[in-house]
């Protein structure tokens, strides 16, 4: 049987913890290397490379494919070491790892790749803005003080748009895309779709998907004053699916 790696990404606070939460309590190493949003702390990412306008996408999957390769065999290394886990797969939470997804793809092909997508009006509000900070410069979006909220949605809508495309080009039905209202609010069946996407037996711990539930922050842009955001980039929520 072929090894499954299985990478799990989003923009940084839409929810990717939940989908990686549920994969471990399924059988499924994630590391053992985890902040307590379970990413992995291992991970070797060098943007720089990804973001190198002089390279071509051949010479950037040769320059990351040595430090991916020894990544992933580390972690079967500390998988293997443990017990109870799925000894044919490796998952990996990453929120920024969509960025990665041209070159990924070439260096694993067996590599599945769940995208998890959160309404864009509330991350705007997330006061996890790592990614606009350390990516946006890939987007042309340089904010100026004072204008994190306006440029957090056009990252939001650059990088979703970005994870689709690069996801549907390099992976094809190797791509799944959750949207964590959607799994908040059908736990169960939602779960269970991830895992059957997956090709993942369901654990008899039923608990998996029990403590799933939208949280506080659950449309918190309705209480927010949309009057510095751009109407156009409002407007644009609606091809991801979602509403004001």
């Keep these: 049987m072929q090894e499954k790696v299985i990478i799990i990404g989003g923009v940084g606070g839409s929810g990717t913890r939940v989908v990686a939460h549920l994969l471990k309590e399924n059988g499924i190493f994630i590391g053992d290397n985890l902040n307590n949003s379970l990413d992995n702390l291992d991970w070797p990412g060098i943007p720089s490379i990804v973001k190198n306008l002089e390279l071509t996408q051949t010479q950037k999957t040769d320059a990351l494919r040595p430090v991916f390769n020894d990544f992933i ?7 293997d070491s443990l017990t109870g886990f799925n000894k044919y797969t490796v998952a990996v939470k990453v929120p920024g790892s969509f960025h990665y997804l ?9 590599m599945i790749y769940i995208h998890v997508i959160r309404h864009g009006l509330d991350m705007v509000f997330s006061n996890n803005k790592n990614q606009l900070k350390n990516w946006g410069d890939r987007f042309n979006l ?3 003080e004072g204008e994190e909220e306006c440029y957090q949605l056009k990252y939001w809508i650059a990088a979703n748009a970005l994870a689709n495309k690069d996801g549907a080009k390099f992976l094809g039905d190797r791509f799944y895309q959750v949207k964590y209202e959607d799994l908040c609010l059908n736990p169960k069946m939602k779960s269970q779709e991830i895992l059957d996407f997956l090709k993942i037996n369901q654990s ?6 029990d403590n799933i539930s939208l949280p506080l922050s659950f449309q918190r842009y309705k209480e927010r004053s949309l009057s510095n955001l751009d109407p156009h980039d409002i407007q644009k929520l609606a091809s991801f699916g979602y509403t004001v």
């Design 204 to 209: 008899s711990n039923s608990s998996s998907y």
């Design 73 to 79: 065999k580390n972690q079967r290394i500390s998988r």
């Design 142 to 144: 340089m904010p100026d």
């Design 102 to 110: 041209p070159f990924l793809s070439n260096i694993f092909d067996n």
